[in-house]
């Protein structure tokens, strides 16, 4: 079953922070993260394993509470790169990966 | 430079002619995969590979064939293309290894089927 994020779009200022949750009904293995920029290729920003230890890339982190089968994705002083349509990737064992609908962010200057 | 390369970036085709799409890698990664994208229904899993001769479906296997003969290469066959496979194709790559965690995806595929 597909994991559920949260928003489906968010418009932000240049600077300012925003929450993407990513959230699932079953147990979940690692959660992974990717950015789509419009008619590009998706690209990975980083994998939570089980343990809920927080990652970063750049000014992007995310936190992994596999008690609550969910994942929150931080996008923290926000610059215009940061546009564009994140989805989440979960994976509940056996390396099949599920992805979310995907979050839309515009930054706007 | 690490790259994933996907033929043809373009396709257009009949239904019921049997096509495949290319992929190759050059990171020696061991998992590769294939997703379909369609507006609303995000990135799916077709099918997924572990290492060379380890392949297992995903979500969204129906109508779709792969192999995987050498670790570089992971094409997606479509042995009787229909209307409803018309999507944008993309390849991936990836390491999932406590030394090297990485994923690459593919420029994608743009397929239609008439």
């Known amino acids: 079953q597909q994991p559920v994020q949260s928003p489906q779009a968010v418009i932000l200022r240049e600077g300012e922070d925003a929450v993407i949750n990513c959230s699932s009904s079953?147990?979940?293995?690692?959660v992974h993260w990717y950015r789509q920029k419009h008619g590009e290729a998706p690209v990975f920003l980083m994998i939570l394993l089980k343990g809920g230890e927080q990652k970063g890339h750049e000014k992007i982190s995310a936190s992994f509470n596999e008690k609550k089968q969910q994942s929150s994705l931080y996008l923290t002083a926000s610059q215009l790169s940061y546009s564009g349509t994140y989805f989440c990737?979960?994976?509940?064992?056996?390396?099949?990966?599920?992805f979310g609908g995907g979050t839309r962010v515009l930054v706007k200057p | 430079e690490a790259q994933v390369t996907q033929n043809p970036r373009y396709l257009i085709t009949v239904t019921g002619k049997k096509l495949t799409v290319t992929c190759s890698q050059n990171m020696n990664h061991e998992y590769m995969s294939w997703y379909r994208q369609d507006p609303g229904l995000g990135l799916r899993q077709i099918y997924y590979s572990m290492n060379v001769e380890v392949t297992d479906k995903g979500d969204v296997p129906e109508g779709y064939k792969v192999s995987r003969k050498e670790k570089r290469n992971f094409p997606l066959i479509l042995e009787s293309p229909s209307p409803n496979q018309t999507s944008l194709y993309f390849c991936?790559?990836?390491?999932?290894?406590?030394?090297?965690?990485?994923?690459?995806f593919g420029q994608g595929t743009r397929l239609t089927v008439v």
């Open positions: 990737g979960t994976e509940s064992g056996g390396n099949k990966l599920t």
């Open positions: 079953k147990a979940l293995y690692s």
């Open positions: 991936a790559s990836s390491s999932w290894t406590e030394r090297n965690t990485e994923a690459f």
